[in-house]
């Protein structure tokens, strides 16, 4: 089903929750590595439906910017509702956690890198007031700090703690977790096309799939029980599933397309 | 773990094969057909593909892969379901282009003394450029046409751009995604790429000199 | 009329009129000897003969049957150039072999060509021929048909064979029958270059400075293999700079300059005899030169 | 907007020139020296060095970049503090070795003839070179050079592997950011691009006139 | 002893065995002709002379003195031969001219380099006595030391110029001066060559077939000018196939063959009198070839 190279399946938490939508939609679901960095050239082209793969809600992503030139709104995405808290953490070498470890000492790193686009990118601006070093992926970030290109990286608290709090990580020997204080907390939401009414049709689903406890179920088999977060609203009975836009074509084609980059836990090959 | 690893890389490495072959089954014909466009005697076509071949190989193939394959969407039309196909795509024309400009440079080096003694024998046009010029031709671009085919090799590197799973792309997720050896699987991939060159090396030798029988 | 008959051929290139009005005759078996100054039209005139070039005005009649008139030239009469042009056969100053091919194959290829060319229509002929028979008939017939055409190939193939074999004897190149090009010296190469041109059995065969591209050395070797030709009633047009061997061989010369015939005779004429003063001074020239 | 995304493209361009031209002024003179190792009379440095060049022609530039830049720190030497500086060594030992090749050809295609005519008139082996073979070589070397010069141009966009901000890294940074899709910016880097190499071609153009006034 | 004195000149390559023992002596303002057959060694000889190779065995003495001596050869004889090639000039079958350079700089070349090397030489020699004498004096001498060095410097351009345009006009190319040589004649371009060798005032000129690149017209030109140099009393060695121009010109013939001197004495004693088997048959078949 996948582009993959790889000989091993495609799990995590999002995998599984797209596909756990899919089967209550009646539909497939094929999943797509992306470069994140391309993700709205994605859906715009179509190449896929929906960019679900621990996608951080922001105002700005949700209503574009408005162009004043051509008066008009310009990008944006639509929405489902939020998913999971998350946070901006900072990652470092385990030697270097020490001289990280407050807020005054990751202000003095030579260099920070995040995700070209990312939640973490904007971080790095706004707390730190650094121009940040754009990674293609954010998992490239992991080379990036042990190899010493950055000093410090700022990433999902959610993929740290795969990678690294945990004691199985691959990272667990080599990198350092440090919390950024005063960042705030932010939410994962799956991103579609603007205008689209995929959005309302997943968030229907998912509100079912919450209130028969499918998503909790997910979430603990990952070990995310703690974090997952409602906003999808009450599971609506009565709900008249569209007829026309982009969910006909799901139906026509029987089948959605899921945009992800490498991200475990949300989504990576075990 | 080293098992694993090369057996991802390989079938990381089997998609840019594939890239490899089926750009050069299709460019190496399209690029003819280009270089004939470039001479025609019809004016404004010769102009239009003059003018192609030159924004062709005066801009890199990275930027024409994300033109072609995010393009067609945004302009309205149906967007590439199949990424894949748009790096071929991109990569045929990119190399048509290439191809067209050696061709070019062999039919135009053949004297126009051939063509005539093929008329002067009452041959057709068509068997002119057939039985006499087409080998002649061969011959000369077999050395700059070896050289791009090389050049093709590593290029194929580029899909990653619209996220066709290559080889590098293959060898650059394995060493984040386990932080033990990470610089290797990048290595291990140079020696895929070497492998390959080696083998086209070889295999253009012997080619060149099974038509080393003539001289031109 | 003359086996060859050409009247008033012209030919400009853009400005530059280099053929002004060409007209003369020639006998089955004779040969012409052009000669003249560089630049003179001469090797545009063969060109012409051959139909590289079409003039822009001008008759040819070959024994008799008009094949080119510039005043009708319109679709057809290009259409047929192919066919016509194979009643003449030209020898390039470059010899132009096909370098990829050995003597014989150059030899043999236009031939070859035109006989897998007539063999298909024949079979397209007899197969349309099988339509009108009964389904029973039919497969006894295509059984026929397929020896006939069996033997058709062979005889042609054959025939091609021994053909070139009594042509590579005729030039004395018997034992480079499968050299390639590149293998012979540049006698050698243009007396393929004559074989193959011969191979089609042209009416009229034409030599553009057959030797000028050779060593002095060379020379002889393929001037006698023209005087060969001679001697067994080729009739045939020689574009040369050896005087020695226009005079000699020719039974027609015709002294060229500036694009029209200054001058036209036996070689007696024109050589001991000459009429004009351009004449005159270029075969003065001539003659110092070779001193 | 228009114009900030114009002038956010131009400082991407400026990076991709700089890039240019710092690798074309180190891998010149080094492709020459690399071009004498290959050719040394000494068999192990001769040895070395064509397998040197042998690898790096035989990868792609990406992993080269990839190697070059990740490679010390997770080996766990010190690590690339500018990642600007480990493109210009990737590009200056990638294009020293394509360089070399060149030089290797157009020094051997000088004939021996020109240095013992030097040698009978008393000239030392670098006057010989400087004052003799020297300026033949540029002469010949200057078509195929101009066409990886050209290469070059378009290569650099392949700094952006290692985050390097060059334009097409900047063309994609600003869909990004802003959400909007990657192909306008992508499409105004083109006509960087082109533009670029069209004033290449015209200073190639002029070059070569200039060195026509003898002949080889 | 003679002038130049060449013994037992010996030159291996690999398994083959070139020059087989060469010895003989040339006396000042004579001409060698060196003839012999294809292979024989005589470009190698030439060679040796000039130090393009090194001889395996053998000694050469110029003017008394002992120039080259393969036993005593060791870092210092390879280290002066740059110098030591001055005394002999060579001019190569193809000519070999500087394509980048006009005639005149063709010919000024490595005189100039000479004169710069010396130039220098001089300027660190006077720079260094200025070391002796207190910062007073120092100024003074420095101004003058300029003075100087340009006078020497101008000298030396001017004798150059002047030396280059009697040349070209020793070899009748004084209006090509300012010609690259892809614009001469291949005749003009070996009398540049020539001219080129003479620039360096060698004590013996050395001639590789100086004109067997050369089309028949333009040999005549050349020998003219080898003719001439005669005249002025310059020694040279002349490997060539023109017997006429050896005959006429040489004082002393050598037949070369197969590595040693088969036959050596006046033209009148190799052409006419051959002493050796092998001359005879040589001569006798450069003389059909001839006619
Ligand atoms: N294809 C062409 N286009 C333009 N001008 C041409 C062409 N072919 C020939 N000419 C011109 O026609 C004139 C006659 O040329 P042609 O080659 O027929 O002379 P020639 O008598 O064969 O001379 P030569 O003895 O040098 O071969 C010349 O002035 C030549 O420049
Ligand atoms: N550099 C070399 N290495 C190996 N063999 C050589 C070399 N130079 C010359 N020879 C061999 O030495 C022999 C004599 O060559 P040389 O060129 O001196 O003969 P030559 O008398 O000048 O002949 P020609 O008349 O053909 O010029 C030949 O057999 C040649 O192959
Ligand atoms: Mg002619
Ligand atoms: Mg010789």
Not at chain 1, 191 to 202: D, H, I, Q, T
Not at chain 2, 86 to 99: D, E, Q
Not at chain 2, 143 to 167: C, G, R, W, Y
């Amino acid at each position: 089903v996948t582009m993959s190279g790889c000989s091993k399946e495609l799990i995590g938490f999002d995998i599984e929750l797209a596909k756990a939508v899919a089967d209550k939609l009646g539909v497939g679901v094929s999943f797509v590595e992306i470069n994140w960095d391309t993700k709205e050239a994605e859906l715009d082209n179509r190449s896929i439906d929906a960019a679900w793969n621990g996608f951080t809600y922001t105002k700005a992503r949700d209503e574009g910017y408005f162009d004043e030139d051509r008066n008009q709104q310009i990008g944006g995405l639509d929405f489902t509702g939020m998913y999971m808290e998350n946070k901006q953490v900072a990652v470092v070498k385990k030697e270097n956690a020490e001289k990280f470890g407050t807020l005054e000492g990751l202000k003095s790193a030579k260099s920070m890198v995040a995700e070209a686009g990312s939640a973490g990118f904007t971080t790095i601006q706004d707390v730190f007031e650094k121009e940040p070093v754009p990674a293609k992926k954010q998992l490239d970030i992991f080379t990036e700090v042990s190899s010493g290109a950055s000093d410090v990286g700022v990433i999902d608290a959610v993929m740290a703690g795969y990678y690294i709090t945990s004691e199985t990580g691959a990272y667990h020997e080599s990198l350092s977790v440090v919390e950024i204080e005063g960042v705030e907390k932010e939410f994962y939401a799956v991103g579609c096309r603007e205008k689209s009414n995929l959005p309302a049709v997943f968030n229907h689903v998912l509100a079912g799939l919450w209130a028969d406890g499918t998503i909790r179920k997910i979430g603990e088999k990952y070990g995310l029980q703690d974090v997952l977060v409602n906003g999808f609203g009450e599971y609506d009975e009565n709900y008249q599933f569209p007829t026309d836009g982009d969910y006909a074509a799901v139906l026509k084609a029987k089948k959605f397309v899921v945009g992800y980059t490498v991200f475990a836990p949300m989504a990576y090959k075990g | 773990m080293f098992i694993e690893i090369i057996g991802e890389l390989a079938l990381g490495f089997l998609t840019t094969l594939e890239l490899f072959a089926l750009t050069l089954v299709f460019a190496l014909p399209l690029g003819l057909l280009v270089a004939f466009c470039t001479m025609s005697r019809f004016y404004p076509l010769r102009m239009l593909f003059k003018l192609i071949v030159w924004v062709v190989r005066g801009t890199p193939l990275m930027l024409q892969l994300l033109i072609i394959f995010y393009g067609p969407g945004l302009l309205g039309l149906p967007a590439f379901s199949n990424r894949f196909l748009a790096a071929v795509i991109a990569f045929v024309i990119n190399y048509a282009c290439y191809f067209s400009e050696i061709y070019r440079g062999g039919i135009q080096s053949i004297s126009k003394g051939q063509y005539e003694a093929g008329q002067v024998l009452g041959m057709t046009r068509s068997q002119i450029f057939m039985r006499v010029v087409l080998l002649q031709v061969i011959r000369r671009v077999l050395a700059p046409m070896s050289n791009e085919v090389m050049t093709l090799v590593k290029d194929t590197s580029l899909a990653n751009t619209i996220s066709v799973i290559e080889i590098i792309r293959v060898a650059t997720t394995i060493s984040s995604t386990y932080a033990v050896n990470i610089i290797f699987p990048i290595l291990y991939a140079g020696v895929f790429y070497l492998a390959f060159i080696g083998i086209l090396t070889l295999l253009f030798g012997w080619l060149e000199k099974k038509l080393n029988y003539f001289r031109v | 009329m003359a086996f060859l008959e050409i009247k008033n051929y012209r030919k400009n290139f853009g400005e530059n009129e280099v053929l002004k009005g060409i007209s003369f005759g020639l006998e089955k078996g004779q040969v012409l000897a052009v000669i003249g100054s560089s630049g003179g039209g001469k090797t545009t005139l063969l060109r012409c003969l051959n139909f590289l070039e079409i003039p822009d005005a001008g008759e040819l009649y070959l024994n008799g049957e008009k094949l080119f008139d510039a005043a009708e030239l319109g679709k057809k009469a290009v259409k047929d150039i192919r066919k016509k042009r194979l009643h003449f056969g030209l020898v390039f100053q470059s010899f132009n072999l096909f370098p990829q091919y050995t003597v014989f194959q150059n030899i043999t290829l236009a031939q070859n060509l035109l006989d897998k060319e007539n063999f298909k229509n024949q079979k397209k002929e007899l197969r349309a021929s099988l339509k009108e028979c009964g389904p029973d008939e039919r497969k006894e017939k295509k059984e026929e048909q397929k020896r006939v055409l069996q033997e058709i190939r062979s005889t042609q193939k054959a025939r091609a064979e021994e053909k070139a074999n009594s042509l590579l004897d005729r030039v004395g190149l018997t034992e480079k029958r499968n050299a390639y090009p590149y293998e012979l010296s540049g006698g050698q190469q243009q007396r393929v270059a004559i074989a193959r041109a011969l191979a089609l059995n042209p009416d009229i065969l034409c030599f553009d400075e057959p030797t000028s591209a050779l060593d002095p050395e060379l020379t002889g070797e393929v001037l006698k293999v023209i005087k060969g030709l001679k001697s067994s009633d080729s009739t045939m047009i020689v574009v040369t700079h050896e005087m020695e061997f226009a005079r000699n061989v020719a039974d027609l010369v015709i002294f060229m300059a500036d694009g029209v015939i200054e001058e036209m005779g036996t070689p007696a004429e024109v050589f001991d005899f000459p009429k004009s003063d351009k004449t005159r001074a270029f075969l003065q020239k001539s003659l110092e030169q070779t001193l």
